[in-house]
């Protein structure tokens, strides 16, 4: 939890509009899901009493349709602020390795800094 903090602080201000799409387009589809078991229920009376079920299946099928589409473009947004941010992180913990004295680098085990630049960017954040 703490490094998503650092994170956040650090980086917030530069991702500022990303996270408020990201936000808006998670409300959105929220307000989506709420509204379809109201039409799951208008589609499922119309069926029991014979009724034409024509409009509630086409507002039902639109509203998940709208839902996944929603979904989709939140988790793109997500996926790219994630990438944004390991990609800058990796970038400086290249340049500050890179700039070390070789003493330095002797300090910890092998494979500590490549493993870090790779994959466990979270070590070394905090």
Same mark, same amino acid.
């Given at each position: 939890?703490? &490094?998503?903090?650092?994170? +956040?602080?650090?980086?917030?201000?530069?991702? !500022?509009? &990303? =996270?408020?799409?990201?936000? @808006?387009?998670?409300?959105? %589809?929220?307000? =989506?899901?709420?509204?379809?078991?109201?039409? !799951?229920? #208008?589609?499922?009376? @119309?069926?029991?009493?014979? #009724?034409?079920? =024509? *409009?509630?299946?086409?507002? +039902?099928?639109?509203?998940?349709? #709208?839902?996944?589409? +929603? &979904?989709? %473009?939140?988790?793109?947004?997500?996926?790219k602020i994630g990438e944004g941010l390991a990609k800058r992180i990796r970038d400086r913990l290249s340049r500050s390795f890179f700039g070390l004295s070789v003493l330095s680098q002797e300090v910890r085990a092998s %494979?500590?800094?490549?493993? $870090?630049?790779?994959? *466990?960017? $979270? &070590?070394?954040?905090?």
């Amino acid at each position: 939890m703490r &490094t998503t903090i650092v994170l +956040l602080k650090r980086h917030v201000p530069s991702l !500022g509009w &990303t =996270f408020v799409a990201c936000l @808006a387009l998670g409300l959105l %589809g929220q307000i =989506f899901l709420l509204a379809q078991p109201q039409y !799951g229920g #208008a589609l499922i009376q @119309a069926a029991q009493e014979g #009724a034409n079920a =024509f *409009d509630p299946l086409i507002i +039902l099928l639109i509203l998940l349709a #709208a839902s996944g589409l +929603l &979904t989709m %473009g939140q988790q793109v947004l997500i996926a790219k602020i994630g990438e944004g941010l390991a990609k800058r992180i990796r970038d400086r913990l290249s340049r500050s390795f890179f700039g070390l004295s070789v003493l330095s680098q002797e300090v910890r085990a092998s %494979g500590w800094y490549s493993q $870090c630049i790779v994959s *466990d960017v $979270c &070590t070394i954040v905090v």
